[in-house]
């Protein structure tokens, strides 16, 4: 029996199989198209609100993410820089996933800098490590200023760092998520992470929070109206 040869596949025909609908090559430039027509775009976002990504999935990307800021920088603050502005964005997306994904009546953005950091530390913590922050404080010096604790921060448990780099924190990158929250929801803050260790906890890690001067003034005019009745 006569066999006949096998062709190789071309770029008009060839396909690649993802897990879903069979995609096929254009000759020309552009964006592949599902035949189905639809995009990650049309995918339901309460459809992955209880997945989780393993840990090594999420150590080899974020070492990526660390290689990628280390490139042509000046120093640690300079580094820690760029991890912040990497996870900025981030924050700012996830406050809107996370109010989308709570039901209607809880759904309201927080106008109260205290209901602000209850989100931070318990569903926005919970969303982005599968369980809340550790504590929530206050600075007694500085009315202006406020610590969220994280006792084992998961973005430093993979990271080898140097000893010429030992004041290197990784946390930077949260510090940048949170800030953003924290500007997406209106209430403009510097946010920097400070690794303070102790002998049960060593990679202990405080994210310090410090609201700017108008957000303190609206926060005492809410205080202040707090009583008000309209008639």
């Known amino acids: ?9 071309t770029a008009s025909t060839a396909s690649v199989d993802r897990g879903g609908p069979v ?18 775009y049309d995918r339901n976002l309460n459809r992955s609100r209880t997945a989780e990504l393993s ?17 042509q920088v000046k120093d640690i603050q300079d580094l820690e820089s760029r991890l912040n ?12 996933l996370t109010l989308y994904r709570d039901p209607p009546r809880s759904s309201l953005r927080p106008q109260r800098i205290v209901a602000l950091l209850e989100l931070i530390h ?11 922050a550790d504590a929530l404080e206050r600075a007694a010096a500085n009315p202006d ?25 990784c946390a930077a990158y949260v510090a940048g998520v ?17 690794g303070v260790p102790t002998d049960m906890w060593p990679g202990k890690t405080v994210f310090l929070i ?3 001067e108008a957000v303190l003034e609206r926060e005492k005019w809410l205080e202040k109206g707090k009583g008000l009745k309209v008639a």
């Open 1 to 9: 029996m006569s066999q006949t040869p096998m062709s190789q596949p």
């Open 23 to 40: 995609q096929r090559a254009s000759t020309g430039g552009g964006l592949r198209v599902p035949t189905n027509k639809k995009t990650i």
């Open 55 to 71: 840990r090594a999935s999420f150590a080899y990307l974020f070492s990526e993410m660390i290689t990628y800021a280390q490139r």
């Open 85 to 96: 502005a990497q996870g900025y964005p981030v924050g700012l997306r996830l406050l809107d």
């Open 122 to 132: 318990t569903k926005i913590w919970r969303t982005l490590f599968g369980r809340s």
């Open 145 to 169: 200023e406020y610590m969220i604790s994280d006792n084992d921060p998961v973005v430093n448990s993979y990271i080898s760092v140097p000893r010429e780099m030992s004041t290197l924190n």
């Open 178 to 194: 949170v800030e953003g929250v924290c500007d997406g929801a209106g209430f403009q803050a510097r946010v920097s992470a400070v």
């Open 210 to 212: 410090k609201f700017e």
